[in-house]
């Protein structure tokens, strides 16, 4: 390699001298080094996954110690209440008026609250060991009927449990049920009563024992059992077969098609190969010399397709919601219980109507909402999937018209009896027509025996 003071020497003397810039006054810095072109562009990415590398395996290394930490500290931070915080940082901030500022009267402040915390942590100290038997007599009933809970709490540890309090969570509101103290393998029962009212859904459960002190500063909870579900079903009213008119005979609805095998007899034609010879009438043929079969009339296993309207513009009121739910399971139950097929469409879907506790577990589900979708389109869709419908009921509102009916009957299946019932509470019972489509009105679900009555006359 050629050094500066080489260069100098060689360079010739006519030359003339380039002119440099002095360099700045201070220490003399010195060229980097550059390492050959092969280890120049791979040092930084090796680097760069050292690094990688050693901070991932830190963080794989610590998160460990932290979960476990956090498991540990979250059984005791949980028990503290939300006033029992607000108490601390106003200890933490007593206690620093009272030492760093010489406060007397923070100080005694600071000194009263901690003696205060340290008793509340007396009152959640120690480990529960409670047998909790939650037990319903029927997990449905029908509204206006009792609904009778028990509740069973046995000390099943080996010495005395301190007084307790269980709450039990009940829809939207807690029941609270207090323990005494209980000896080992002693119980204490409680007996209660969820109101039906309504027809709902109403959540029990989960059981939880709360200890807490006196001030509410510390409040521990412990879950003994899950959540169960308590339907309270719809009023229905029992139906019989010849005031529904939904099943005409055991066979089915005869029908005007014509069918070469079904049990309507119809009439006697020619025969034609391929006809059936068990059709062959003998006698009729033995007469006029000439094969004759016999023709019936198809008949039809009665089908019944409900449309229940969901819709809040619907209806006036909640009650007049109520109202239809009730006819739809009244007529529903009767469908089930005649082995004849059922169809329930709401605007969100179809409700299931294989078996009458379903059936009825989902109406009780149902509850209004501002859906978009029309009655007319809800009638479209039943026309597309029910086809084999021979009766179809549409039960709605006050505040359905004639033209949302009118435009409903349109577009159901032609071949099918076609009833509206609209539910107005408080009304009297009246019969109409709009198109095709009979209309009924309701004032209350006894009505609807002599309401089908009066349409099949």
Known sequence: MTTTTDRETDAPAEQPAVATPEPAAGPARRAPR???????????????AGVRGTGASAVGAVRPAVARAWARTTPVLGVVSPFGWAV?????????????????????????VTVALLGAVVFVLGRLRYDVTLD????????????????????????????????????QGIATFPVP????????EEIFAVPTHRRAVIPLGPVRSVRADPLGLLRRELTWTEPEELFVHPRTLPLSGSSTGLLHDLEGRVTPDISDSDVSFHALRDYVPGDDRRHIHWKSTARTGQLMVR??????????AVILSTREDDYADPEEFELAVSVCGSLGLQAIREDGGLTVL???GRVRGDHRTRLLDDLTRL??????????????????????????????GSRVTPTDLRAAAVRLPVDARLVAMQCVPGAKVSRGRVADMQVLTLGELADLPNALRRMND
Do not use: I, K
């Open 181 to 188: 103290r209980l000896r080992p393998d002693s119980e204490h």
């Open 367 to 396: 509850e209004l909402s501002p859906a978009r979708t029309s009655l007319a389109e809800v009638a479209r869709v039943a026309s597309a999937t029910v086809t084999d419908a021979s009766v179809v009921a549409v039960v709605v």
């Open 136 to 171: 319903v007599a029927s997990r449905r009933v029908v509204v206006g009927d009792r609904a009778v809970g028990r509740l069973l709490v046995r000390n099943g540890s080996t010495r005395t449990m301190l007084p307790a309090v269980m709450e039990l969570q009940v829809g």
């Open 346 to 348: 709401v605007q969100r």
């Open 88 to 112: 601390l940082a106003l200890t933490a901030a007593a206690w620093w008026a009272g030492v760093a500022l010489r406060w007397e009267e923070w100080a005694v402040v600071a000194a009263t």
């Open 295 to 304: 023709q019936f009339e198809e008949t039809r296993r009665s089908r019944l």
């Open 34 to 48: 550059r390492l050959p072109g092969r280890l120049t562009g791979r040092l930084p990415g090796r680097l760069t």
